[in-house]
Each structure stands twice: as C-alpha cells, then as structure tokens.
C-alpha cells in the first residue's frame, strides 16, 4: 500500500499529557501537510513541511504545537501539556515537489485525539 | 486575506437529479482548482482537479472553472445516496501550491 499512513489512528490522552501523531508520506513524495479538523466543521490548516524545512507554519498555535519531518522516518506533529480542546481528527497529507499541474494532495485516513 | 468560500449547506437534492456545488475564490491569480469529497468520520478524498477555463468531465461529476467570475462549480448528475458526503472546494493561490480551502458544502441525496 503506497498510500499516507498515519498513526495511531485514535489516540487517547489526559489533560497534561504529550500527543505524538506520525505521518508517513506516499512513496515519492517530499511535502508534508497537517490539518486538524473538529466536529462538524472544515479542515484548518497548520503546518507545511518538506524534508528537514518547515515551509509555512501559519496555521499552528505558537505554544504547545511543533512540527518536524526529519531526513529520515516520519513527519511528527507534537503537542505537549494537551487540553480538551485540542480534541480532534488530525490529518496528513502529501503531495510529489510541488509544480503547476502536479500540485493535488493526498490525504492518510487520520488520528482522532481524545483528550479526557 | 485570501479566501475561499462556500455555502455550507445543507444542500438537498431528491435522488436522480443534478446536485450544484458552488466555489468563490479571491485571489485573480489563483492557478489550481480541487474539488475533495469527505464522508463522515473518513479523510477527504480527491474527485476533480480543474486548471483551465471551462468544463471537465469525468463519469457523472463535471468541474467548471470562470476565472473572470472567480467561481468553480461542481456538477453531480443523476445523484445517488452515496455521493451524500461534503464537497470541499480548495484552491492554489500562491507561489508554495498551498491549498487554501473552503469550509466545505454538505451535500444530501434524498432517495
């Protein structure tokens, strides 16, 4: 299976605790998206990255939240001291070096984090 | 502030019918249009892509892009229960090929 994989798929934490949700792109692919999403709502953006660079973070709270994709392994998304409301589905895509006409993204099936 | 919006519904369409899908965008230059399909509780899925002026068929879904008017629009014919979902609509604006979405349209097929 070459698609997105996240993991886990549910995630349950209590307040105060670390959540750590990994994303491995599909084969080929060197960009990285998280988006989280909360019930009955869309999709917001967080963070973009490619290999070893963050290349937009606009999108993700300044405290508690960071993003990396090292060279080798997974794009981890880290929230640290979770609250309630960071109770969510987080989602991951990835798309090939984006470039006009190849710029669709592909989305991992997501983490449902539950924060008790 | 660069937007893109959508009625979010929902949107009701009596089975067998044609369900129409509405995207406005903000930015003239904006060069990539997607169209995403989400089940609830599932991850969005790719339907459409459209990049040029004009219609884009593809089985029972059609992309239309005016890029003077600012607009994309989805057509589904002969809509069944199963395409009960929400549309998203997402946009590329800018030099990254970030996406920029839409809040997303939900769609209903009444049988």
């Known amino acids: 299976n070459a698609g997105v994989m996240q993991n886990p798929r549910h995630l349950v934490r209590r307040r105060g605790q670390e959540a750590r949700l990994r994303c491995s792109p599909m084969k080929g692919h060197s960009h990285v998206y998280w988006y989280r999403q909360l019930p009955e709502e869309g999709l917001k953006f967080m963070v973009y990255?490619?290999?070893?660079?963050?290349?937009?973070e606009s999108g993700m709270p300044k405290e508690r939240f960071s993003a990396e994709f090292p060279k080798e392994g997974p794009s981890i998304l880290r929230i640290q001291q979770v609250v309630r409301g960071d109770s969510a589905a987080y989602f991951c895509?990835?798309?090939?070096?984006?470039?006009?006409?190849?710029?669709?993204?592909?989305f991992g099936p997501g983490t449902r984090l539950t924060v008790l | 502030q660069k937007e893109v919006e959508q009625n979010s519904g929902p949107l009701s369409v009596p089975e067998g019918a044609i369900a129409s899908l509405n995207c406005t965008y903000s930015d003239r230059g904006s060069q990539s249009f997607f169209w995403y399909r989400q089940y609830s509780g599932k991850s969005p899925e790719l339907i459409m892509f459209?990049?040029s002026n004009g219609d884009k068929e593809d089985g029972r879904f059609t992309a239309q892009l005016n890029k003077a008017s600012q607009y994309v629009s989805l057509l589904i014919r002969d809509s069944q229960p199963s395409d009960s979902a929400t549309y998203l609509c997402?946009?590329?604006?800018?030099?990254?090929?970030?996406?920029?979405w839409g809040a997303g349209t939900k769609l209903i097929i009444k049988p």
């Open positions: 990255l490619q290999k070893e660079n963050i290349i937009d």
């Open positions: 997402a946009v590329v604006m800018d030099s990254n090929y970030q996406l920029i």
């Open positions: 459209i990049y």
């Open positions: 895509a990835s798309s090939p070096w984006p470039r006009e006409e190849n710029d669709e993204q592909f």
